[in-house]
Nanobody
Framework: QVQLVESGGGLVQAGGSLRLSCAAS????????MGWFRQAPGKEREFVAA????????????YYADSVKGRFTVSRDNAKNTVYLQMNSLKPEDTAVYYC???????????????WGQGTQVTVSS
């Protein structure tokens, strides 16, 4: 079993930055692909970023949705069982509940991930 808890959400102005954290339980964290998804009001949950398993403090191999490339950075610290999402140059359209997810293989679809956190709200004002 893997338990995921997101934190770091909040209210920021457009152009600002925010860093989300996802703390995972268990000793198998390093073997999972960790993904970030978001869901805006009235929209489907969508892929944001993912990072492949690593065993040292490293950003690893990261992948991003086109909408966030160049602005968001995903990284992981296996020693702390934590994955991060650094969000810069935030836009109002980034407003959503952000979810951390874990799965056995890389993917950009919801079904690629087995475990999910409860989400953290990110609101970007104009």
């Amino acid at each position: 079993q893997v338990q995921l808890v997101e934190s770091g959400g909040g209210l920021v102005q457009a152009g600002g930055s925010l860093r989300l954290s996802c703390a995972a339980s268990g000793r198998t964290f390093s073997s999972y692909v960790m993904g970030w998804f978001r869901q805006a009001p009235g929209k489907e949950r969508e892929f944001v970023a993912a990072i492949k398993p690593t065993f040292v403090r490293s950003s690893g191999n990261a992948y991003y949705a086109d909408s966030v490339k160049g602005r968001f950075t995903v990284s992981r610290d296996n020693a702390k069982n934590t994955v991060y999402l650094q969000m810069n140059s935030l836009k109002p359209e980034d407003t959503a509940v952000y979810y951390c997810a874990a799965g056995p293989d890389y993917g950009t679809e919801l079904h690629n991930y087995r475990y999910w956190g409860q989400g953290t709200q990110v609101t970007v004002s104009s």
